[in-house]
């Protein structure tokens, strides 16, 4: 059972224009979300997150938004620049046992930027 | 650069064969956690160890091991090896693993062919 879905396994925009990265989850004791970019043969990068008592975290170029109604995330990126083309994975964060907080990550979108 | 380093970044054996596979955390950091990429899939969480104990287990085989030592490097152990268990294998390190809002910090991986 995939807790957190991405369910764009590619994604292809032009640059300069504005990228929207779309996560869904399901169980409710998420209560922070990440965002990862990954580049091949390297691991992922910690990008940008969100707590559950927010609806957007901005950074630059990059936001976050959260509908936790609907139990779902999106990453936005404006402009997009052809740097930018990698694997980005949503990750969500809870509780797991005792004091441990564990990760549940996405299958990731493949994002190109084309120039 | 996450400051998490890793080895090797390769590894290719055979079946039936036994590997380990070593983690070194960010400076600071008191907890790791392991991870499992197969191809086209996300992040499976395996293990976490925090200040050398076990923290929270996730889908790890009970082939696969793991410890952490007391200078917090970790290894990650693999035996009775399956050609299932090709796959990108992360390291991850974070304050204490414990904290909302924490983030993990992910190594470069070692790439596992299991032939």
């Known amino acids: 059972d995939q807790q957190v879905k991405q369910n764009s396994p590619s994604l292809s925009v032009q640059e300069g224009r504005i990228s929207i990265l779309n996560c869904d989850y399901t169980?409710?004791?998420?209560?922070?979300f990440l965002w990862y970019k990954k580049y091949p043969a390297e691991g992922p990068t910690f990008l940008i997150s969100i707590s559950s008592i927010k609806d957007k975290n901005e950074d630059g170029r990059f936001t976050v938004f959260l509908n936790k109604s609907a139990k779902h995330l999106s990453l936005h990126i404006v402009p997009s620049q052809p740097g930018d083309s990698a694997v980005y994975f949503c990750?969500?964060?809870?509780?797991?046992?005792?004091?441990?907080?564990?990760?549940?990550f996405g299958s990731g979108t493949q994002l190109t930027v084309l120039p | 650069d996450s400051g998490v380093t890793q080895t090797p970044k390769h590894l290719i054996t055979a079946t039936g064969q036994r590997v380990t596979l070593r983690c070194s955390p960010r400076?600071?950091?008191?907890?790791v956690y392991w991870y499992q990429q197969s191809l086209d899939q996300g992040l499976q969480f395996l293990i976490q160890y925090y200040n050398g104990e076990e923290r929270a287990k996730g889908n790890i085989l009970e082939r696969f091991s793991a410890q952490q030592f007391p200078d917090l490097h970790s290894e990650l152990n693999l035996s009775s090896l399956e050609l299932g268990d090709s796959a990108l294998y992360f390291c991850?390190?974070?304050?204490?693993?414990?904290?909302?809002?924490?983030?993990?910090?992910f190594g470069p991986g070692t790439r596992l062919l299991v032939l």
């Open positions: 400076s600071g950091d008191l907890s």
């Open positions: 169980n409710s004791m998420f209560d922070y």
């Open positions: 991850a390190s974070s304050r204490d693993g414990g904290s909302i809002g924490e983030t993990q910090y």
């Open positions: 990750a969500a964060s809870a509780r797991s046992s005792g004091s441990a907080r564990q990760l549940t």
